[in-house]
Structures are given as structure tokens and as C-alpha cells.
């Protein structure tokens, strides 16, 4: 079959990913370093504590900006209205022979987006309460440490799967990040709704 | 464990202050600002460059006046918030005295401690804009230095009524016992089994002290829930991500008949 190339993602769209991936890397290592006591060592990665908590600081600015940025460019296609369900979700992580209904997003993928988007707020605000702490008050201010743990946590789990299921779980999707294009088949089998009504 | 304490009987204490001024001196603390709070309390607060400090309370008791003194200073936690709360390994430590020390050091200047102390004792020296600071946090160390060299903290040395007392915490049973016949209640951090030990007339919030001490609940929930479950929620999905591909395998549309399989 000749390859169909069909446009899923334009270049500023893969450039904000690309740098939302990347600050998110780098804040992943940078912030485990001061995860707990065990993890300190991976501070050394970014030569030593204090440079590391400056790449910290300043690379959540540019996350939480992408935060935005990116939810705003996919908001159509994240609040559309989809015939698939959270079953329809789990039965086609598990059955190969089932696609869900989709549109340009599946419910899986829209719950992600939710998730990346209310998490990268909650991780940027109280991010900025640990940045600059005298601000908030004792009591509250103790728990932006909590809720910015907990919400590193919940990110890195959903992360884990948007990962493993935009590369080597779903063969293909790795070239919307390359060139923005997906193929035909790959668009029909995914997102048939989307391929039947826009592509 | 060999451990030690500061007893301090507020029926003894006459408000001198001289335990401030000792420890100003031993520790080489500079000196604070003060400022007319209405009492004799000062300097205002606990700082970078003061480790302790009188509290002078005022209550009505049946009528009439009571005039308390307490004291301000690091309890000394055998269940200390700081150390929970600090992620640099060794930066807080408990020597075999019962002291907990910040080694300013290996401080990274994160603040953790200054949130996660039950007794809000740590505090941070913060970098100024004309560059005076050092931008790490500090706090009563319990003379650990002065421990080590066979003497006791500077300001159980110097109190001149005995109101501050250094001794074994084995001795704790028999001192409370003593303390009860002379009606007087022993704080000891309760859960926290603090190495600073009150004997009060009055009730704990009376001294400043808070009624029922304990970890902070969001620095106990992200130290020691939070912080190991996520590690296990974190290697747990890397295993269950490798399981799926392994099990269930990849969702191939490109290969084959277009409808996928395992590859």
C-alpha cells in the first residue's frame, strides 16, 4: 500500500511539544534530585544542587508557559464532544482488534490533556509558592510541598503511559512529533471519526 | 541511647534572659534589632542569628495575674519534622546526645526544615540584595560542639536560678513523678519525645507552646506517605508499561491487514 501521508500536528503545535518535552525532562531529573534524600546524587548531573534548583526554577517558567500554550492550540479538539467512552479506552488498550470511535482525540488522550493541563498548573503555582515560600504563610506553604510532590507523581504516571503509547505502543505516532504527518491507515484505525469527517 | 536534656522548670525561671545572651555569645550570633512589643520580650522573634528566646505571657488565672515565662527554642525532636522534611543527605543529623544539628555546609538552602518544624523553629538567612546572607537555614545545634568537649549548652550553664538543667533523659521518669507532687504538668513533645523538656504550671499555649504537638499533617503526608508511594507508583508503572508491551504488545496498524495484532 502506498504510504498516504495525512497532516495531523503543525510545526509551531510539534515546536511547543518539543520544548514542553524537554523542560519536562529536565525538570523531572532536576526535581528528583531533591525528591528524596536517596535520589540526591542526580543533582550532580546538572553540576551540583545549587545550579541544578536554578535549572529548576527557570525551566518551570518555560514549562508552565508551554503548559498553556499547548492546551489552548488542542482546546477544540479537547473539549469536542466524542462517541467513545473510558471503556471504549481500556478495551482497546487490551484488544487489538478493537478501535474505539474516535475523533481527533480519543477519550484517553482527552483525559491526558485535562490532566497535563491542570497538573502543569498545579505543579507551576506551587512550584512558585517553593520558589519564593515566605509569601503564603506557614500553613498553606506546607502544603505546596505536598501538592507539588503529589501532582509530580500523578504527571509522571501519566507521562509514563503518553510515552510508551505515542511510541512504541502505537507503531507510527512517533511521526506526528517528527513531521507532523500520520498515515492514512494509521489516521482510519486511531481516529476513524476524525479520518471519516476532517482528513 | 544516651541521650540528654534540657529541663526546663518554668517556676524557676525569673525572665533574666541571660540564656539568650549566652547563647549569643557561644554560638557568635550577632545581635537583633529590638523593638517595644509591649513586654519585655526581645528580640522580636526568632531569627537566623538567634536560637532562643523568653517568652514573657501574661494570663489572668482565677482573677488574677499570672506572669509566665517560656521559652522559644529547637525541642530537639526524637521524631524531628526538620530531618523528615530535609531531601540532602546528612544536612540535619541527631548525634548520640539527642541533638539535632544543621550542618550549614551541606545545607542547600531549600526551606523544607523552616516548613516541616512542628514548633516553627528553623529559620532562613536569606540572601540580601547587598549581598550579606548566606542563604542557608539555621537553628539551636544544643551546644552539640560545647557536648563533645564534656560541658552542657551554653544556657544551661549560665541560668543563674537553675531553671534551665541539663541531665540524662533517663531521668525524665523520676523528674515527672517529683514535678507531679508539685502540681506541675511535663511537656515533652508527646509523640515527638522532644530532648527539651517543660515543666508547667499552666497549660502548654500559655508558654507558646502548642497544645498537641505533632508533625505537620501535609509535611507528614508528603514525606512519609507520599514520597515512598510514589516512588513505588513510579516503578510500578515503568513494570506495567514493559508488561503491556510484553503481554498485549504494540498496536501495529501499519503492518499487515490495516486491523493491527502482535507484531
Given at each position: 500500500m502506498a504510504e498516504i501521508l495525512v497532516k495531523r500536528a503543525s510545526p509551531i503545535q510539534r515546536l511547543s511539544h518539543w520544548i514542553h518535552m524537554v523542560s519536562f525532562i529536565i525538570l523531572a531529573l532536576t526535581g528528583l534530585g531533591l525528591y528524596a534524600r536517596s535520589f540526591f546524587g542526580l543533582t550532580g548531573l546538572f553540576g551540583g544542587v545549587d545550579m541544578s534548583r536554578t535549572i529548576h526554577h527557570y525551566t518551570g517558567i518555560v514549562f508552565f508557559a508551554t503548559t498553556f500554550i499547548i492546551f489552548f492550540q488542542w482546546a477544540q479538539a479537547i473539549t469536542a464532544r466524542g462517541e467513545d467512552s473510558l471503556v471504549d479506552v481500556v478495551r482497546s488498550y487490551l484488544d487489538h482488534d478493537f478501535h474505539a470511535p474516535a475523533g481527533k482525540l480519543n477519550f484517553g488522550q482527552k483525559m491526558f490533556a485535562w490532566f497535563a493541563f491542570f497538573g502543569g498548573l498545579v505543579m507551576g503555582l506551587t512550584g512558585f509558592a517553593m520558589w519564593f515560600p515566605f509569601v503564603l504563610g506557614r500553613g498553606l506553604q506546607q502544603w505546596m510541598y505536598f501538592l507539588h510532590n503529589a501532582f509530580f507523581v500523578g504527571l509522571m504516571l501519566f507521562i509514563l503511559v503518553h510515552l510508551y503509547l505515542g511510541t512504541f505502543g502505537n507503531p507510527g505516532s512517533w511521526r506526528i512529533m517528527v513531521s507532523g504527518t500520520v498515515t492514512k491507515a494509521w489516521a482510519k484505525a486511531h481516529h476513524p471519526k476524525w479520518d471519516a469527517e476532517e482528513v | 541511647m544516651a541521650g540528654k536534656m534540657i529541663l526546663i522548670d518554668t517556676t524557676k525561671c525569673t525572665g533574666c534572659r541571660a540564656c539568650q545572651v549566652a547563647c549569643k555569645q557561644w554560638n557568635s550570633l550577632s545581635a537583633v534589632a529590638t523593638r517595644n512589643l509591649g513586654t519585655h520580650e526581645n528580640p522580636p522573634d526568632l531569627a537566623y542569628n538567634t536560637y532562643t528566646k523568653i517568652i514573657f505571657s501574661e494570663v489572668e488565672k482565677n482573677g488574677e495575674l499570672a506572669w509566665y515565662f517560656g521559652q522559644h527554642r529547637c525541642m530537639h525532636c526524637e521524631d524531628a519534622g526538620c530531618m523528615k522534611a530535609?531531601?540532602?543527605?546528612?544536612?540535619i543529623t541527631r548525634d548520640a546526645n539527642g541533638a539535632v544539628v544543621i550542618n550549614q555546609e551541606l545545607?542547600?538552602?531549600?526551606?523544607?526544615c523552616v516548613f516541616g518544624c512542628p514548633f516553627n523553629v528553623p529559620r532562613y538567612d536569606n540572601k540580601n540584595a547587598e549581598g550579606y546572607g548566606v542563604d542557608k537555614a539555621f537553628k539551636c545545634t544544643l551546644c552539640f560542639d560545647r557536648l563533645a568537649m564534656g560541658e552542657q549548652p551554653a544556657c544551661t550553664k549560665t541560668c543563674p536560678t537553675g531553671a534551665l538543667f541539663f541531665t540524662e533523659k533517663a531521668k525524665l521518669p523520676e523528674i515527672a513523678s517529683s514535678a507531679a507532687q508539685r502540681g506541675l504538668k511535663v511537656y515533652d513533645?508527646?509523640?515527638?519525645?522532644?530532648n527539651v523538656v517543660f515543666l508547667l504550671k499552666g497549660e502548654p499555649e500559655e508558654y507558646g507552646l502548642p497544645a498537641k504537638p505533632a508533625i505537620p499533617t501535609p509535611t507528614f503526608l508528603w514525606r512519609t506517605i507520599m514520597k515512598p508511594l510514589g516512588i513505588a507508583a513510579m516503578v510500578a508503572g515503568i513494570f506495567g508499561v514493559i508488561a503491556h508491551y510484553s503481554y498485549v504488545g504494540p498496536k501495529d496498524i501499519e503492518e499487515g491487514d490495516g486491523k493491527g495484532g502482535k507484531h
Amino acid at each position: 500500500m502506498a504510504e498516504i501521508l495525512v497532516k495531523r500536528a503543525s510545526p509551531i503545535q510539534r515546536l511547543s511539544h518539543w520544548i514542553h518535552m524537554v523542560s519536562f525532562i529536565i525538570l523531572a531529573l532536576t526535581g528528583l534530585g531533591l525528591y528524596a534524600r536517596s535520589f540526591f546524587g542526580l543533582t550532580g548531573l546538572f553540576g551540583g544542587v545549587d545550579m541544578s534548583r536554578t535549572i529548576h526554577h527557570y525551566t518551570g517558567i518555560v514549562f508552565f508557559a508551554t503548559t498553556f500554550i499547548i492546551f489552548f492550540q488542542w482546546a477544540q479538539a479537547i473539549t469536542a464532544r466524542g462517541e467513545d467512552s473510558l471503556v471504549d479506552v481500556v478495551r482497546s488498550y487490551l484488544d487489538h482488534d478493537f478501535h474505539a470511535p474516535a475523533g481527533k482525540l480519543n477519550f484517553g488522550q482527552k483525559m491526558f490533556a485535562w490532566f497535563a493541563f491542570f497538573g502543569g498548573l498545579v505543579m507551576g503555582l506551587t512550584g512558585f509558592a517553593m520558589w519564593f515560600p515566605f509569601v503564603l504563610g506557614r500553613g498553606l506553604q506546607q502544603w505546596m510541598y505536598f501538592l507539588h510532590n503529589a501532582f509530580f507523581v500523578g504527571l509522571m504516571l501519566f507521562i509514563l503511559v503518553h510515552l510508551y503509547l505515542g511510541t512504541f505502543g502505537n507503531p507510527g505516532s512517533w511521526r506526528i512529533m517528527v513531521s507532523g504527518t500520520v498515515t492514512k491507515a494509521w489516521a482510519k484505525a486511531h481516529h476513524p471519526k476524525w479520518d471519516a469527517e476532517e482528513v | 541511647m544516651a541521650g540528654k536534656m534540657i529541663l526546663i522548670d518554668t517556676t524557676k525561671c525569673t525572665g533574666c534572659r541571660a540564656c539568650q545572651v549566652a547563647c549569643k555569645q557561644w554560638n557568635s550570633l550577632s545581635a537583633v534589632a529590638t523593638r517595644n512589643l509591649g513586654t519585655h520580650e526581645n528580640p522580636p522573634d526568632l531569627a537566623y542569628n538567634t536560637y532562643t528566646k523568653i517568652i514573657f505571657s501574661e494570663v489572668e488565672k482565677n482573677g488574677e495575674l499570672a506572669w509566665y515565662f517560656g521559652q522559644h527554642r529547637c525541642m530537639h525532636c526524637e521524631d524531628a519534622g526538620c530531618m523528615k522534611a530535609c531531601p540532602v543527605p546528612g544536612a540535619i543529623t541527631r548525634d548520640a546526645n539527642g541533638a539535632v544539628v544543621i550542618n550549614q555546609e551541606l545545607c542547600t538552602g531549600c526551606k523544607y526544615c523552616v516548613f516541616g518544624c512542628p514548633f516553627n523553629v528553623p529559620r532562613y538567612d536569606n540572601k540580601n540584595a547587598e549581598g550579606y546572607g548566606v542563604d542557608k537555614a539555621f537553628k539551636c545545634t544544643l551546644c552539640f560542639d560545647r557536648l563533645a568537649m564534656g560541658e552542657q549548652p551554653a544556657c544551661t550553664k549560665t541560668c543563674p536560678t537553675g531553671a534551665l538543667f541539663f541531665t540524662e533523659k533517663a531521668k525524665l521518669p523520676e523528674i515527672a513523678s517529683s514535678a507531679a507532687q508539685r502540681g506541675l504538668k511535663v511537656y515533652d513533645g508527646g509523640s515527638l519525645k522532644t530532648n527539651v523538656v517543660f515543666l508547667l504550671k499552666g497549660e502548654p499555649e500559655e508558654y507558646g507552646l502548642p497544645a498537641k504537638p505533632a508533625i505537620p499533617t501535609p509535611t507528614f503526608l508528603w514525606r512519609t506517605i507520599m514520597k515512598p508511594l510514589g516512588i513505588a507508583a513510579m516503578v510500578a508503572g515503568i513494570f506495567g508499561v514493559i508488561a503491556h508491551y510484553s503481554y498485549v504488545g504494540p498496536k501495529d496498524i501499519e503492518e499487515g491487514d490495516g486491523k493491527g495484532g502482535k507484531h
